[in-house]
């Protein structure tokens, strides 16, 4: 009777002991991952031949103040240039790329409406297909000034 | 050459489509004044679509691309239709392909037009000096092509160089405009001997195009 008493109290305690020990013994395999949202914008400048813009100088607007560089910056030697906006800041970033006058500039939306890439500028494909129609449109314009009138 | 949209300054951009405007007015006025102003409407077509292909070959010369401008081209066989001519095409180069903008048209028109107005005028004045030459009209080719390219260049350099926005490296700005500027004088060359071969070919196969109706000595 007191044997088994004894032995209840015995398995009680123990399992106690577990118990209060269980998290140090769990927290010695455990893991865990931090992580900070720190998204940085690659961008590349090129030339319409393909050509990187080197050393093209970069200028960021934030869209609470489009008038002022929110960053100024230089792009390497193969026009690639990154940054890391403030994405407090919601809206439609500019950003311009300059060298000797000749340039770009692209909007970036930051928020809600985000996109994880984009560009300018067109294929070679739609520039052929483009230049074609005009052409196209020219010749079509000198033909009909050509026309015999009857 | 395209100077884009968002480089130069407001008043710049506005100056810029005030003299367009003007050299538009005066060539418009000019073409009305011919017996039959359709006439050369054909011709001027077909070199606005040239003007525009040619502004998509880009020749490269490190560390940029340049390509053929065809200014001096278009003003001597054009004359005042060179002008509209080439606010057309400069026109089509913005909206589809990007080169210049809309709202840069009227100084890249500028750029491109005042130098085939010159070159139209300087070839004018040069006809007794050619007097039918084959090497004369090479020469005054040579002359014309080159010239307008380096007008346009020079009117491009100047332009930029005094409005650099103070919130850019004005420094390393000023120093690519100027690098810029030194890569078109191969360029200058290259479109001289290219106006001076044009002109002889054309003086052999259409001389009516060229505005000289004489035979070609040798």
Redesign the interface.
């Known amino acids: 009777m007191w044997g088994d008493l004894l032995m209840k109290r015995i398995i009680i305690l123990t399992l106690f002991i577990i118990i209060l020990f269980s998290p140090i013994i769990a927290h010695a395999h455990g893991a865990k991952i931090e992580y900070n949202a720190n998204m940085s914008y690659e961008l590349l400048a090129k ?3 393909g ?1 990187p813009m ?2 093209a ?1 970069i ?1 960021v607007y934030a869209p609470d103040d489009p008038a ?2 929110w960053t ?1 910056g ?1 792009a390497d030697e193969n026009g690639r240039y990154s940054f890391v906006p403030d994405f407090s800041k919601k809206g439609m970033w500019t950003i ?1 790329a ?8 692209i909007n970036i939306e930051i928020g809600e409406e985000a996109s994880l890439a984009g560009s ?3 294929t070679w494909l739609q ?1 052929l297909i ?2 074609a129609s ?2 196209w449109g ?2 079509g ?3 009909f ?2 026309r015999r009138k009857n | 050459m395209h100077v884009p949209d968002g480089i130069l300054p407001g008043s710049v951009v506005i100056a810029g489509y005030a003299v367009t405007g003007m050299a538009a007015y005066i060539s418009l006025k000019n073409i009305n004044k011919k017996e039959n102003p359709r006439e050369d409407i054909p011709k001027a077509s077909i070199l606005t679509a040239a003007f525009l292909v040619a502004s998509l070959i880009h020749v490269p010369i490190p560390p940029v691309s340049v390509h053929l401008a065809l200014n001096g081209i278009m003003g001597v066989l054009l004359g005042y239709y060179a002008f509209p001519a080439i606010i057309i095409s400069l026109f089509f180069q913005a909206v589809l392909f990007g080169h210049g903008g809309l709202t840069t048209l009227g100084i890249n028109s500028v750029i491109l037009g005042l130098p085939a107005f010159i070159s139209f005028f300087i070839y004018n004045n040069s006809k007794s000096f050619v007097k039918g030459n084959r090497f004369r009209l090479g020469l005054v080719g040579f002359v014309v092509g080159g010239l307008a390219l380096g007008l346009s260049v020079l009117i491009f350099f100047l332009i930029l160089v005094n409005f650099i926005p103070a919130n850019i490296d004005v420094v390393a700005e000023k120093q690519a405009i100027y690098t810029l500027s030194i890569a078109h004088i191969p360029l200058v060359i290259i479109e001289g001997i290219f106006t001076a071969f044009l002109f002889i070919y054309l003086k052999k196969v259409q001389p009516r195009l060229m505005g000289l109706d004489e035979k070609v000595s040798n």
Do not use: C, F
């Open positions: 030339y319409d031949s050509e080197a050393n100088q200028i002022t560089p100024k230089a311009q300059r060298y000797a006058g000749h340039g770009a500039n300018t500028g067109y520039k483009m230049a005009v052409v020219m010749i314009t000198a033909l000034y050509t």
